[in-house]
């Protein structure tokens, strides 16, 4: 590839071109030759002659034709212009080199074709000539038209690439969750300076309050503890969340406090710092709200079993929620122990048995002999549940839910010794739960069809009866002759009915799930059809 190229692939949103260098012995040698030129139209023509120019159909296929080369794929129309242009396997093809911008594509290009490729400084700075000048070396084109091509293409190629699923936008949880573990750490190290600062005027009030947002909180209420009366214990009594005992004993530490006086400048500033420190920890609690809503609409059975904190980190730690499911449980099992890991590994020790499944619930109350069985269990369940989450298309808690109650189970079963039941029997409970909510919407629309139809059946009763009783007449009779026949088939018709029910028994089951399918997925085209009401952050 350090051969001076003698032809030029020109890519660009209206379609794509093959140069071909006229001047190539002057171009390869002087690099600072082809950058002055670049400038002087007339000069720069005289350098290149165009070989081919094959437009794109539509806009589709220019997008098809960039990502193809931002990928360094060798497209059916870029070859084809190749093969037309160069006639790969003649000598022209032989004794031609290429050069190419992209050095992926141009790899693709060896690699396919058999063509030479040049990706170095020359070629880039003929591009760059080409690109200014693509209005009057391309004939046919008006000025213009190559911007306005690339900046539809532009916007077509950004929006193929940033899509935005109200229900998949676990790149929301991820940023949420980062968010919430920074705003922990801040919150807290602003609320001990907080203590620490104003704990030089009212050293007492450190072991009266309970936390350090309710000292906070206390602190810019207070300010100069001397201003202090018994009027404002109702509010102080507000601040505590009721307990007036605390209150009064507030009021009687900053009569009887040791701490120095402090000047209204620093004050001042005190009150600034708690005031933030205060609005933080709102903040906080509103992002945590925020990811408690995402964590249902995107994993809602991962944040039944496992919590929306545990299962966002989860998400955050695998990257999506689409890399989770696709995870095995032995991996799900592991996440966020990566270190421990390889460094058991490494040292042929023990590995770990736990990760960040470890601050569940579960794992918390089993006992430490029961804790490596608990969490193979749990990254189980787990890595069901987030499969339902990424794969369903009508999002629900009932398998979550079924699946909490089964680690329950287990845990019980390790400390008493209770059988736990069958994984069949609880997806059957969750399957029969789905169809019994799914019959609820269907018998709603079912009511709605009947009243309909009331006012139709009840013009057409006097017509039937009529020919009810004509036919009644004629059916008594061949009744008579019927009743014979139908003894002696009887005794058979017993026999295959107890064969029919023997097979049935064991089809109940799939029954059942092709039941609970056909009427999720109603549902869920009846759930599409009406307005989705949005929270205020995706509005």
């Given at each position: 590839m350090s051969s001076a190229p003698t032809h030029i692939l020109f890519e660009f949103a209206m379609g794509c071109a093959v140069f071909e260098c006229v001047q190539?012995?002057?171009?390869?040698?002087?690099?600072e030759h082809v950058q002055a030129a670049i400038k002087d139209l007339n000069a720069f023509g005289r350098m290149l002659k165009l070989v081919s120019f094959r437009p794109f159909g539509n806009a589709q296929e220019a997008l098809q034709a960039c990502n193809a080369i931002s990928e360094g794929v060798l497209d059916d129309h870029l070859r084809t212009l190749?093969?037309?242009?160069?006639?790969?396997?003649?000598?022209?093809?032989?004794?031609?080199?290429?050069?190419?911008?992209?050095?992926?594509?141009?790899?693709?290009?060896?690699?396919?074709?058999?063509?030479q490729c040049n990706t170095g400084?020359?070629?880039l700075e003929l591009v760059r000539g080409i690109r200014l000048h693509a209005d009057k070396l391309l004939k046919g084109l008006s000025e213009g038209d190559v911007r306005k091509a690339?900046?539809?293409?532009?916007?077509?190629?950004?929006?193929?690439?940033?899509?935005?699923?109200?229900?998949?936008?676990?790149?929301?949880?991820?940023?949420?969750?980062?968010?919430?573990?920074t705003l922990d750490k801040d919150v807290n190290t602003f609320a001990m300076r907080v203590r620490e600062w104003y704990g030089w005027h009212f050293p007492e009030l450190v072991r009266i309050a309970p936390d350090n947002i309710t000292y906070a909180r206390i602190a810019k209420f207070i300010k100069h503890k001397e201003n202090l009366k018994e009027e404002?214990?109702?509010e102080l009594t507000d601040l505590l969340e009721g307990n007036e005992i605390l209150a009064k004993n507030v009021l009687d530490a900053s009569r009887t406090s040791m701490g120095q006086e402090v000047g209204e400048i620093d004050m001042m500033n005190i009150q600034t710092f708690a005031d933030r420190v205060v609005q933080l920890a709102d903040y906080r609690k509103s992002m945590h709200a925020y990811l408690r809503e995402k964590m249902h609409l995107v994993a809602p059975n991962l944040s039944a079993l496992l919590g929306e904190i545990i299962g966002a980190r989860l998400i955050s730690k695998a990257g999506s929620l689409t890399n989770l499911a696709k995870y095995p449980a032995s991996t799900v099992q592991i996440i966020g122990a990566e270190k421990a890991l390889f460094r058991?590994?490494?040292?042929?020790?023990?590995?770990?048995?736990?990760?960040?499944i470890y601050h569940a619930s579960a794992i918390a109350r089993a006992a430490p002999k029961n804790k490596g069985r608990m969490s193979r269990f749990l990254a189980n369940k787990i890595s069901i549940a987030s499969r339902i989450d990424c794969f369903t298309d009508a999002p629900t808690t009932r398998f979550g839910e079924v699946m909490a109650e089964q680690v329950e189970e287990r845990l019980a079963f390790y400390e008493t010794g209770k059988a736990p039941g069958k994984n069949s029997d609880a997806m059957r409970r969750a399957l029969k739960a789905i169809e019994e909510q799914s019959g609820d919407l269907m018998a709603v629309d079912a009511e709605e069809a009947d009243d309909d139809d009331e006012d139709d059946d009840d013009e057409d009763d006097n017509d039937d009866e009529e020919e009810e009783a004509a036919s009644s007449k004629k059916s008594s009779k061949k009744s008579k002759d019927k009743g014979d026949k139908k003894k002696k088939k009887s005794s058979k018709g017993d026999k295959s009915e107890k064969k029919k029910k023997s097979k049935s028994g064991d089809k109940d089951l799939q029954r059942d799930i092709k039941k609970a399918a056909e009427k999720a997925a109603k549902k869920a085209a009846k759930e599409a059809k009406k307005e989705v009401s949005l929270p205020f952050y995706v509005r």
């Open positions: 190539a012995e002057e171009i390869g040698n002087k690099t190749l093969s037309t242009a160069l006639e790969p396997g003649s000598k022209k093809a032989k004794s031609a080199v290429l050069g190419v911008t992209e050095r992926n594509l141009a790899s693709a290009i060896v690699a396919d074709l058999g063509i400084d020359r070629t690339q900046l539809g293409l532009g916007h077509q190629y950004s929006r193929s690439k940033v899509q935005f699923n109200v229900n998949r936008s676990d790149n929301m949880i991820i940023q949420a969750i980062a968010l919430i573990d404002h214990i109702d058991a590994l490494k040292t042929k020790g023990n590995t770990p048995k736990y990760g960040l």
